[in-house]
């Protein structure tokens, strides 16, 4: 049995027969690999059938992987430089193959004897009109022994490893070292019961046999239980984490509701919608529980987030409190400004604005009335954050765009309490999450959707374009410009080719200019000072510009309702979530808004059916739930919430009924026995213990 608190799957990977040093380094750094237990989650990505040899003869272009066996001749080093590689050619009685490696040719060279038998393993590719199989393994068929193992793992390994020789097997060689150092020491860490429940193999036979199946059926065993130990356990710490936030952290109790009476009475400018409606009585539940309330509000571009937001500051304004509002960029601060201020106005509350640019006496202004607590509703940027910002007494944040904002970020606003309570936290989001994806992600907070849009809204009207039909495009445009509306036309921006894009799109203004002489067009990308970007945004928000060529960074938030037209250039190259972020930014006003999907002909099948996708529905969780389907959660979760989910195994796309059992298992245990304390959780807890993560602070915020 373990007594240290270190458990030997921390032990640095150097450790480990096998890892020399040098070989240590480039695990760390290629692979992220430090411990033993890092190793032992490096999962092979998908397993080869190594039980037989195929007749070199039979082999077509279609085959997998495959075991060869034949006499090797004509070893060659052929090209310089770049070119160069080494070939050969291995022959058995039905036919031959070229062999052909590019990199790692000194590690190579020296096993090559011409004239001997040798085993290998790889892929056939036809290269002209013969076979090729390029950087197979190889091994002499003297010391070929054939494995217990039906089944061979391949791991992912990085192009530096494959330069100096360290391949997948060696990889499974380490692997195999660890799972005999580790020993009996992978130890269960379900209770017993759920084991049964779900006629799981064992936490060991599980990894032995993911890394080694000894039968296709052992594999699929221990991918169902190790998935769903994955999920688990990250499900048990978010609602753990949920259930310790409600419990511990106490909240402002804000029951009074004048204001908001006389608001409804007075000054609202439309009726609610259903959605709008129920999500206010949701946060108004979470503020008299005498609880913090950490709540996410998701709702589609356009569904009034922006009125919802203010009625929960009015409920803590009038029951003493203040609230603040941080947006992720000073042109959505300002739109939010604009439009808070209406309504905080119509009934005399006091709100100002907080950016980078504000004048230090404003500054100073701003400082010393929160301080006193005069003024109610303070919204800005990254700026609320800095220290030298008190309240008096905060009650409440709203944060927009969330995932453009770190955890970091939102601890310190948390901090900004002045009495014993923390204040309320309302996170908007206007990136539809699919369901399994927001379980995992915000887990721990409580969710309100905002699924309907306001009434009399036309929904937007999407088509596909191809380059031919540029002219018909541009005839268009004049005719929405000559009735008064104004147009976006958008370039894609790719990374790797910053130059490219930028020519591309000044390109495309260029022909803009062209095709609209007598109107007046704005320009804004990325290469622009904060300010000069501003500034075309004004002019463009004021109606003096009629076309905005921009690229993507108009994609958050920006709202000029009399924008009736969305051209999207390349769209093709857009990310679906993106395309409809894009498309959000018209069909604001009552207008009939359009959106229109430029792209070549030559579409990728993916591309495509992001088109078509587009072009069926304006439903945000539609087109997540695909986004999701074609992407993969890593991209989503990547871009936005890096580092908050690391899913070594499950995919959130196609693992759903993994999640909702795992989620709903871990609920059942929390609600019956919350720290753990029954034997049968031993297990539970103890596992829990040994995995907490370093900081613990950051688990509390968040
Ligand atoms: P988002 O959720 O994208 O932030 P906004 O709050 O900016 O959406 O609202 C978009 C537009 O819809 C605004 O002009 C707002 O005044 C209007 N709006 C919001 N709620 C309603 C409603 N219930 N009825 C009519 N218009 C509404
Ligand atoms: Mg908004």
Redesign the pocket.
């Known amino acids: 049995m373990q007594t240290s608190t270190k458990h030997i799957l921390d032990t640095p990977i150097q450790f480990l027969k096998g890892v020399a040093t040098s070989r240590a380094s480039i695990l760390n750094t290629d692979l992220q690999i430090f411990t033993f237990k890092d190793l032992l989650t490096h999962f092979p990505f998908r397993h080869e059938d190594r039980s037989k040899f195929y007749p070199i003869g039979q082999l077509t272009e279609d085959f997998p992987a495959v075991y060869i066996r034949g006499t090797l001749s004509n070893v060659q080093l052929q090209g310089e430089g770049s070119k160069k590689r080494l070939t050969a050619i291995l022959q058995d009685a039905t036919g031959m193959v070229e062999l052909v490696w590019f990199q790692g040719i000194k590690w190579i060279q020296p096993k090559m004897a011409t004239g001997r038998e040798y085993v290998v393993f790889g892929k056939p590719n036809m290269f002209g009109r013969k076979f090729n199989i390029s950087h197979p393994e190889i091994d002499l068929a003297e010391s070929y022994k054939p494995t217990e193992y039906a089944l061979h793992p391949v791991y992912n390994i990085s192009q530096k490893m494959r330069n100096v020789g360290f391949d997948s097997k060696q990889i499974a060689g380490l692997v195999k070292n660890l799972l005999e150092t580790i020993g009996d020491q992978l130890i269960e860490n379900l209770p017993e019961e759920l084991v049964r429940k779900y006629n799981f193999i064992s936490r060991k036979e599980a990894f032995h046999n993911f890394h080694f199946p000894r039968s296709l059926d052992l594999l699929k065993k221990a991918t169902a239980r190790l998935k769903f130990e994955e999920l688990f356990f990250i499900q048990l710490k978010l609602l753990r984490k949920k259930q310790t936030q409600k419990a511990n952290f106490s909240g402002q109790i804000f029951q009074k509701a004048d204001l908001l009476t006389t608001f409804y009475k007075e000054h609202l400018?439309?009726?609610?919608?259903n959605a709008?409606k129920r999500v206010v009585k949701e946060i108004y539940h979470d503020f008299r529980t005498g609880r913090q309330m950490n709540r996410l509000l998701q709702?589609?571009?356009?569904?009034?987030?922006?009125?919802v937001a203010f009625i929960c500051m009015l409920l803590a304004i009038d029951n003493g409190a203040q609230a603040c509002l941080m947006a992720p960029t000073e042109i959505l601060a300002d739109q939010h400004f604009n439009?808070l201020q209406v309504y905080a106005k119509s009934l005399g509350i006091t709100i100002a604005k907080l950016t980078g640019s504000s004048k230090t006496s404003e500054r100073r202004t701003i400082h010393e009335y929160l301080k006193s607590g005069e003024l109610k509703i303070l919204v800005g940027t990254h700026a609320l954050i800095e220290d030298v910002v008190q309240f008096e007494n905060l009650g409440l944040c709203i944060i927009d765009e969330q995932h453009r904002f770190g955890v970091a970020q939102r601890a310190k606003l948390w901090q900004k309490r002045s009495k014993s309570e923390y204040p309320h936290v309302l996170v908007m989001t206007?990136t539809p999450i699919p369901r399994t994806l927001a379980m995992t992600l915000y887990g721990d907070l409580d969710v309100s959707v905002?699924d309907e849009l306001?009434?009399?809204r036309k929904p937007i009207q999407t088509s596909h374009r191809y380059e031919t039909s540029r002219l018909a495009v541009f005839g268009f445009l004049k005719k929405q410009i000559e009735e008064g509306r104004q147009v976006y036309i958008v370039y894609p921006l790719i990374e790797e080719s910053e130059t490219l894009d930028y020519k591309n799109l000044m390109d495309g203004y260029e022909s803009v200019c062209r095709a609209f002489p007598d109107v007046p067009v704005s320009i804004v990308h990325g290469k622009m000072k904060a300010a000069e970007k501003d500034y075309e945004m004004q002019r463009f928000v004021r109606a003096e510009t009629k076309i905005m060529v921009a690229t993507t960074v108009i994609e958050v938030?920006v709202?000029v309702?009399n924008a009736s037209v969305m051209l999207i250039e390349n769209a093709e190259k857009f990310g679906l979530s993106q395309l409809h972020q894009l498309r959000?930014r018209v069909g604001?006003g009552a207008d009939q808004s359009y959106c229109i999907l430029m792209s070549g002909y030559k579409i990728s099948a993916e591309g495509r059916i992001r088109l078509n996708t587009m072009v069926e529905t304006n439903n945000g969780f539609d087109i997540s739930e695909m986004d999701l389907k074609l992407r993969g959660p890593g991209d989503l979760s990547g871009t936005q919430q890096s580092g908050v989910v690391d899913l070594k195994l499950t995919d959130l796309a196609k693992d759903q009924r993994i999640l909702q059992e795992a989620r709903q298992t871990a609920q059942e245990i929390l609600q019956t026995d919350p720290t753990f304390s029954k034997p049968e959780n031993l297990p539970l807890k103890q596992y829990l213990e040994q995995n907490a993560p370093k900081n613990q602070e950051w688990e509390k915020i968040s």
């Open positions: 400018p439309f009726d609610l919608t709008q709702g589609d571009v356009g569904s009034g987030k922006t009125i439009g206007a905002i306001p009434a009399g938030g709202n309702p959000g604001r």
